[in-house]
């Protein structure tokens, strides 16, 4: 049941994830402030679990190996899209401190 509910929980984080990097793509950083809950909410539950199976390591292994094996391919869906929504993420912070230095500019041109 641990390898499930922490497949569940990584391929949730995955999904929200997702939809993160598609509302960033889409130039709405606002709107993802809704996910932000649910992504503590699971991140807290994974977390937890995590814990719970790596002092359990030797015997979840020995006694769910398939489990363990699909945990991992899941995990790897949740790495890759972690490191999509890190360069979303990072792009609209280049495109936000640019637009705050355009502004800067101006204002410091106007006040000059």
Known sequence: MLCERLQD????????LAEETT???H???TEISGLQEEKAR????????????????????ANAP???DRLKRTLHV???????NFVAL????????????AIHDIARKKSA
């Open 27 to 29: 130039n709405k950083p």
């Open 9 to 16: 929980t990584a391929a949730r984080m995955a999904d929200l």
């Open 42 to 61: 699971l991140s807290a539950l994974y977390s937890r679990d995590y814990c719970t199976l790596k002092d359990n390591a030797r015997f979840v292994g």
């Open 78 to 84: 949740l790495r890759k899209q972690g490191e999509e």
């Open 23 to 25: 509302l960033l793509k």
């Open 90 to 101: 990072e792009a609209t912070r280049a495109v936000s401190q640019g637009l705050m230095a």
């Open 66 to 68: 398939n489990q363990i």
